[in-house]
């Protein structure tokens, strides 16, 4: 099976800029999408087809991809920031759906 | 306003049979697929498989294929996640959410299933 691979974690001070990425052959040929999990609450989807923001996300969020390399980009990061991420991808060879690990980013 | 609502915390002994619901609101139920997503206890997300309402057709993660069913009664937009025999391992956060452009795009608030003896 395809795997997606992210950082554990990822530090920034608040204000400044964090960068999460996420890797995975599937990623080639495949979107990708972000979710936000905040500690006890469901996932949010932040950022879809690898650069499309929902309605009512805020613009500091962007997203990018290269190659077999997605990014999520949080710029002038705030506290309210600090989550859990996950990259999601559409495998088009399995049908299937995965999940990255997941990326904890702490503000300081 | 898109909603699911999810059905409410089950406490279960090994073994046993359990059937949880997501229910769909705001928006027209048989367009977009479900999807069930497990989390265990301080762990990441993990997709399990999509039902799409239409015509039930389904597809299992093959790391759940086998232990669980998802159906769905597109008469009262609801979709469904159950199990046969329950194993401690299943104690875990499961969620269901919709699917559009290749993505899950809104979550239900999750049900917690919590399997011991």
């Known amino acids: 099976s395809y795997e997606l691979t992210q950082p554990p974690s990822v530090s920034v001070s608040p204000g400044q800029t964090a960068s999460i990425t996420c890797s995975g052959d599937?990623?080639?040929?495949?979107?990708a999408c972000w979710h936000q999990q905040k500690p006890g609450q469901s996932p949010v989807l932040v950022m879809s087809q690898d650069d499309k923001r929902p309605s009512g996300i805020p613009e500091r969020f962007s997203g990018s991809k290269s190659g077999n390399t997605a990014t999520l980009t949080i710029s002038g990061t705030q506290a309210m920031d600090e989550a859990d991420y996950y990259c999601q991808a559409w495998d088009s060879n399995t049908a299937l759906y995965v999940f990255g690990p997941g990326t904890k980013v702490t503000v300081l | 306003e898109v909603q699911l609502v999810q059905s409410g915390a089950e406490v279960k002994k090994p073994g046993e049979s359990l059937r949880i619901s997501c229910k769909g609101s705001?928006?027209?139920?048989?367009?977009?697929?479900i999807s069930w997503v497990r989390q265990m206890p301080g762990k990441g997300l993990e997709w399990m498989g999509r039902i799409d309402p239409t015509d039930s057709y389904t597809t299992y993660s093959p790391s759940f294929q086998g232990h669980v069913t998802i159906s769905a009664d597109k008469s009262i937009s609801t979709a469904y996640l159950q199990w046969s025999g329950l194993r401690a391992s299943d104690t875990a956060m499961y969620y269901c959410?919709?699917?559009?452009?290749?993505?899950?795009?809104?979550w239900g608030q999750g049900t917690l299933v919590t399997v011991s003896s």
């Open positions: 705001g928006y027209s139920f048989t367009t977009y697929w």
């Open positions: 959410a919709r699917e559009f452009a290749r993505a899950n795009d809104f």
């Open positions: 599937i990623l080639g040929n495949n979107y």
